[in-house]
């Protein structure tokens, strides 16, 4: 099966800068449509950006993240700059097998275990 493990979170402050990492393992990378989701305490989980060539990104990350992927590496990466308070959250690498159209918020079937981004004020 397809495993997904993140890296990357941590404390920083308003205004910093952070990147995220995920690694894939078990199928060919290019198969896997990724994205990143993020869930703060007592929300519900949202999808911040997804990436197939093209990349898709949330209202709210939009200029401040960017979502990359290194097929060679089997790593989708996810740069997040002007971070603010409101990006706290635990934050989910997602993976799903490639169909013919491209659907970049769509339904996700695997997951990693989540790493912590917190944004003090």
């Known amino acids: 099966q397809v495993q997904l493990v993140e890296s990357g979170g941590g404390l920083v402050q308003a205004g910093g800068s952070l990147r995220l990492s995920c690694a894939a393992s078990?199928?060919?990378?290019?198969?896997?449509?990724m994205a990143w989701f993020r869930q703060a305490p007592g929300t519900e989980r949202e999808v911040v950006a997804a990436?197939?060539?093209?990349?898709w990104y949330a209202d709210s990350v939009k200029g401040r993240f960017t979502i990359s992927r290194d097929n060679a590496k089997s790593t989708v990466y996810l740069q997040m700059n002007s971070l603010k308070p409101e990006d706290t959250a635990v934050y989910y690498c997602?993976?799903?097998?490639?169909?013919?159209?491209?659907?970049?918020?769509?339904?996700?079937?695997?997951w990693g275990q989540g790493t912590q981004v917190t944004v003090s004020s």
């Open positions: 997602a993976a799903t097998i490639v169909l013919p159209i491209w659907d970049p918020i769509g339904r996700y079937g695997y």
């Open positions: 078990g199928r060919t990378f290019s198969e896997l449509d």
């Open positions: 990436v197939r060539w093209n990349a």
